[in-house]
């Protein structure tokens, strides 16, 4: 494997001594407006190169009483803001109408996104699509571990090929020094911002960059912001990054919670009956043995892993879910695999690019094959997957050598709202907590539902929280928490 190109920490301009992007809106369909921001490529040379950044609003409903601009990060990283926010920014359990009438709503793509400095690893969509629709999740054996290596370490010299320069200011720290700059632009003496997800991360980074700039700030779905960037101690160069901020265990408790909900009384679950446990172990052993085809899909062991593991986030499709392992169990076996889903956009390529930068990651293949025995035992089924799910990250060929590493403590002009789910497969309670812990000062909010992130969980309850907080710094007392609308498996 590769060594990375070390980056030496070194102190960077900030974004003081550059000029306020113009922004000059116009419509662009449903409502909403679009933009484009030039900010510098590199903030040590802010008179340099300069890049694009592509934006997108949804103007505030009453105009007359309007507080400013809430940015929003969706998460990823590799999401594109413009995209989500025309497909989610007027989801009133997200957005209520009286957020919404209050703040103009405005995401962005981020650098190295979608419209934004663009990461690019292949040359057409076509070679995008053969390359990483070969790609598994994860290695289901040692034995295919090599092959998963070489898969992902050639991602990451395409990648150095085709982007070169870029992925080296590719970081969440530069994207913090952005929105620095998009709060200018937009007129606003202080940051309101929302963060889900990788969001969280951003928004943490910025807290530390610029804390008396900091007007309100809700982060849903929330991370372990040391564990994320370079894990406790000496954790970074040592334990895989998923592994180190223990996924799994999140992963494990919500489809505990997914099987317990099944098996309520009167829950509208296909897959209940019997001893779930024992069934959904039977139903490995089975896939393991043999892929098994149904409704057009072919499923083996990483396969069947990796669509849970990712429906787990969103409860729901949990209807369906339960559909489909239903529909498995009961299917004869198939004979061959059918390709993944294609890909599309560049999200797997900015995933990679601003995750690589952001973290410390070990270097050396024998890390990996450690976890993936001890993790697949530690925690069955969830466990392995995480090992092995930033895999390009050990031979990134790529460093930004401003990355931002900490400290997390910085003292912020407002206190931070933090909400998670009791049960997140993704950005689990427990590390929501210690990143709550890490930061100067938080308020925890627990909503108590299975599933990635209130965008995800529908909650009137830690909606109403967060807009009061958001409009009027009102925070919830000390220990409150939330309940869900809707059960998954509701009749």
Known sequence: MCSLLTATPQAVAGTDQVPTPVLSWTDCAGGFQCSTAGVPL????????????????????????????????FGGPGASGLQRLRERG???????????????????????????????????????QAFLGGLRDFPATAADEPAFYAGYDELARRCSEKSGALLEHVSTANTARDLDLLRRAVGDAKLTYHGISYGTHLGAVYANLYPNRVRAM?????????????????????????????????????????????????????????????????????????PITVDGETYDYTALIARVNGDLATPEVW?????????????????TLVAGEPYTSNRTEAFNAIQCADSTFPRTQSAYTQYGASEDQRVPYWGRIA???????????????????????????????????????????????????????????????SGHSTMLVHSACAERAKREYLISGTLPAVGTTCGIDRAPFAA
């Not at 999140?250 to 997914?258: D, K, L, Q, R, V």
Request: glycine residues 8%; hydrophobic residues 40%.
């Open 218 to 290: 809700a982060f849903d779905g929330s991370m372990d912001f040391e564990g994320n960037a370079t894990g406790h101690g000496d954790q970074g160069t040592a334990v895989p990054l998923d592994t180190r901020q223990d996924v799994p265990r999140g992963a494990a408790e919500t489809f505990a919670s997914f099987l317990r909900q099944c098996a309520a009384p009167g829950a509208d679950c296909a897959f209940a009956g019997g001893d779930l446990n024992a069934k959904w172990a039977a139903l490995v052993a089975r896939v393991k043995a043999a």
């Open 42 to 73: 590199d903030y040590d040379q802010p008179t340099g190169t300069q890049t694009s950044l592509a934006l997108i609003k949804l103007p505030a409903t009453d105009q007359a009483h309007r507080i400013g601009t809430l940015f929003v990060n």
């Open 387 to 449: 090992v092995f799910d930033m895999m390009a990250c050990a031979t990134w060929r790529r460093a930004d050598a401003d990355r931002y590493t900490g400290p997390w403590d910085k003292v912020t002009s407002a206190t931070i709202l933090v909400i998670n789910n009791r049960y997140d497969p993704s950005t689990p309670l427990h590390g929501a907590l210690d990143g709550a812990a890490e930061l100067a000062r938080t308020r925890v909010l627990t909503v108590e539902g």
């Open 90 to 128: 007027q989801w009133p359990w997200l957005f209520s109408a009286e957020l919404r009438a209050r703040f103009d709503l405005v995401s962005w793509d981020p650098r190295g996104i979608g419209a934004s400095a663009t990461v690019r690893c292949f040359d057409s969509v076509a070679e995008q």
């Open 319 to 335: 209807k369906d879910t339960a559909s489909t392992l239903q529909a498995l169990y009961t299917a004869p076996a198939a004979r």
